[in-house]
């Protein structure tokens, strides 16, 4: 019972989190500032997802060759800046990761 | 040249982008799964999480505070804050949506994911008048859901068969990485939205001890801040934002 509970208030919350604001600032005529605020939703949170794992192990700045996420991370921004493809990222960045990752035997 | 958009042809294509995604989540639902029932959450509490709250982060944290015997209310509210910032995706998505009935902004409502974010972010912006750009969404979102709820049963019959070492050695985590690196560069296209990314990444790195995922939040906030107001800069004194496009692409 203790456990129903618990995952009906989750799902409450997680669902008025998640379903009110679409449901809602469709329907309101968004001031133009707000509009142009949104814009950097997309950017900025997946920035921020991003980088803790790639520039942090244990909580510390790890910027040495022997981080195979930081590798990875700069041979895909690179490809995704110069090819603008999902795929080609993707790919040449996880396989510089793996490879990177077994020749340094570490991170 | 003229597409012709289907409900099918968004759908696949909804799909296709997300198995990135999707192949990433699957370490961390099975390892979803094997946490919560070894921390004392029944099978059918664990897999009811997945299906009806559907939100990996909070998930964990939320099995690991019951492990813990903390009580209900202050999981559920760890579980908002953890959430919070997918009020912001919703406000992000909410203008293109806003014709949909009910029916769809229910079930999209409700899957709305970091991922599935993510990839529809990207389709409901590009500038061509399919109708069925929600296909595209359902499209990511339902094998999403359908994955992580198979994967959390893996996990929980599984039992210990694979820990948090084994998935890191596959690589499987950086995939989220990669495919999210994938999508923000082509974003980086103005100076304001560089300084938003800057913003983000810094704010993130010094607020990354914060518990809850707030960092995330502030993070993500700081990014927003700091693009709206270059760009707001960028206005007053007359410059046009696309200019600066140019000037940083040569």
Sequence with gaps: ?107 | MTETYTRKSEFLAGAQATIPLIVGAIPFGIIFGTVAVTGGLSPAATIGMSAFVFAGSAQFIASGLYAAAVANPLIILTTFIVNLRHALYSASLAPYMKHLPQRWLLPLGFSLTDETYAVVIQRYTQPDSSPYKHWFHFGSALPMYLNWQLCTLIGIIAGQSINEEQARNLGLDFAMVVTFIGIVVPLIRTHPVLLSVTAAGLCALIFNGLPNQMGLMVAALAGIVAGYVAETQLVLNHQDANIVEETLES
């Excluded at chain 1, 997680?14 to 005529?29: D, K, W």
């Excluded at chain 1, 110069?82 to 040449?92: A, D, G, M, V, Y």
């Design chain 1, 1 to 107: 019972m203790k456990e129903a509970l618990l995952i009906l208030g989750m799902m409450i919350v997680t669902f008025g989190v998640r379903y009110p604001v679409l449901a809602l600032v469709g329907r309101i005529e968004l001031p133009e500032p707000v509009i142009r605020a949104l814009r950097y939703v997309p950017p900025a949170v997946l920035t921020a997802i991003i980088v803790p794992p790639v520039l942090l192990r244990d909580g510390q700045i790890a910027l040495t060759l022997d981080n195979a996420y930081l590798i990875g991370a700069l041979v895909a921004i690179g490809v995704a800046w110069r090819t603008r493809n999902l795929l080609w990222t993707i790919l040449l960045g996880m396989g510089v990761f793996l490879v990177w990752r077994v020749l340094t035997g570490g991170l």
